[in-house]
Structures are given as structure tokens and as C-alpha cells.
């Protein structure tokens, strides 16, 4: 085998080495980003019941319009957090551990292809706090 060859071959599996590395890594890291992402929803859903709560008492000290606008953005969000809950449910499995307990574990192959779903959706979510802050900050002003 002439020298090049040699060289690229050894390229070759380096550049497959790093491939399998960051495969093994993402699929590590699954269980703390799906944990994560849970736990940023029980918090986002609670502030949303909390938004939609405000809107709703408050809704007379709005224009009609205002109030349509922060109403869809609402249902928009509450959309959303309804399609990345449902993610994290299919990937979930819980498993009994002993009589009163159970364990969770992550289903890491179906996972790791929703994981750019999730970022997607992530960034949708946080175009629309940030609309509802700016119709929120209308409201008060």
C-alpha cells in the first residue's frame, strides 16, 4: 500500500471515529434533554394558565382587538406545548421499580431524529412569548 493510501485511510477512520463519538455522546445525553425539556413544560404550562387566567380577567381593560390577538396567541403556544408534551410521552416508558415506585426510562432511538422536530418547535415557542410579552407590554402601557 503506496504512502496516500495509507493516509486517507487513516483520515477515513478518524472522520468515522468523530461520527461515532458524537453519535454516542447525543445518545448518552438523551435521558438529560428529554428530562430537561419535561420540566421546562410543567413550568411553561403552568405560566400559560397563569397568562390565560390574566387575559381573561383583565380582558375588559383591553381593546377588542388586543384581546383577539394575545387569545390566538395563546392557543398558538398552548399548541405548541400540546406537540413537544406529546413528543416527550412517546419517548417515555415507565417502568415499575418496586411496589410504590416506578422509573423512567427513554426510548434514545426514537429520540434522537425528533430532537430537530424539538428545536424547531422550541424556537416557534419562543417567537411567541416573545409576541405575547410585546402585546402584554401594549396592554399595560
Keep these: 500500500m503506496d504512502?496516500?493510501?495509507v493516509f486517507a485511510?487513516?483520515?477515513?477512520?478518524?472522520?468515522?471515529?468523530?461520527?461515532?463519538?458524537?453519535?454516542?455522546?447525543?445518545?448518552?445525553?438523551?435521558?438529560?434533554?428529554?428530562?430537561?425539556?419535561?420540566?421546562e413544560l410543567s413550568d411553561l404550562k403552568i405560566a400559560l394558565h397563569n397568562a390565560s387566567v390574566?387575559?381573561?380577567?383583565?380582558?375588559?381593560?383591553?381593546?377588542?382587538?388586543?384581546?383577539?390577538d394575545?387569545?390566538?396567541?395563546?392557543q398558538r403556544i398552548e399548541?405548541?406545548?400540546e406537540e413537544l408534551?406529546?413528543?416527550?410521552?412517546?419517548?417515555i416508558i415507565r417502568v415499575?421499580?418496586?411496589?410504590?415506585?416506578?422509573r423512567t426510562k427513554i426510548k434514545r432511538l426514537k429520540w434522537m431524529p425528533m430532537k430537530s422536530k424539538v428545536y424547531g418547535l422550541t424556537q416557534e415557542l419562543r417567537q411567541l412569548k416573545s409576541t405575547l410579552?410585546?402585546?402584554q407590554t401594549s396592554v399595560n402601557s
Excluded: C
Design 3 to 5: 504512502p496516500l493510501s
Design 9 to 39: 485511510s487513516a483520515i477515513a477512520i478518524t472522520q468515522a471515529t468523530e461520527s461515532l463519538m458524537s453519535l454516542l455522546l447525543q445518545w448518552k445525553s438523551a435521558p438529560d434533554e428529554v428530562t430537561a425539556l419535561f420540566n
Design 54 to 68: 390574566a387575559a381573561k380577567a383583565n380582558h375588559h381593560l383591553m381593546s377588542k382587538q388586543v384581546s383577539e
Design 70 to 74: 394575545m387569545r390566538g396567541t395563546l
Design 79 to 81: 399548541n405548541k406545548v
Design 85 to 91: 408534551d406529546a413528543i416527550v410521552q412517546s419517548v
Design 96 to 102: 415499575p421499580d418496586n411496589i410504590n415506585w416506578e
Design 133 to 135: 410579552l410585546i402585546q
